[in-house]
């Protein structure tokens, strides 16, 4: 029977120390919850703050694209814009040189018809002489 009250207090104190172990155990285990959830909660800040600044990242990126519309939009008006003026300046040419043209005629016909006057006023002077 002592053998069996030794072996009794024996289990009794295993087992105290296993429920000591256990609670310790139990202790640790709640504190690595808790850690984890503040981590969680950390995370999920974080995870917020991303969403915000990825947000912001599309809205500029949104704004960039209208711009980039805008200076294509005006990049193509101006465009159109210089091909009309250099029809423009191609239209002034053509009458530019058309203007010379008719410049060098006229000089030609100007020097024709002073030689034409010179002729006639030679032929006036003989015909006043002969008459």
Do not use: P, Y
Request: glycine share 6%; no cysteine.
């Amino acid at each position: 029977m002592w053998r069996l009250l030794k072996a009794i207090d024996s289990m009794q104190q295993r087992l105290r120390a296993l429920m000591q172990r256990l609670q310790e155990s139990a202790g640790e285990v709640k504190t690595l919850i808790g850690a984890s959830v503040d981590q969680v909660e950390t995370g999920a800040h974080q995870i917020g703050q991303a969403n915000e600044a990825m947000s912001g990242i599309a809205r500029g990126v949104e704004q960039v694209n209208g711009m980039i519309r805008n200076i294509a939009t005006n990049a193509k008006q101006e465009s159109a814009r210089m091909h009309e003026l250099s029809q423009a300046i191609t239209e002034i040419d053509q009458m530019t040189q058309q203007n010379a043209a008719l410049v060098e005629q006229s000089a030609a016909a100007a020097e024709s018809m002073n030689q034409q006057a010179e002729q006639m006023s030679g032929l006036a002077r003989e015909f006043r002489l002969k008459h």
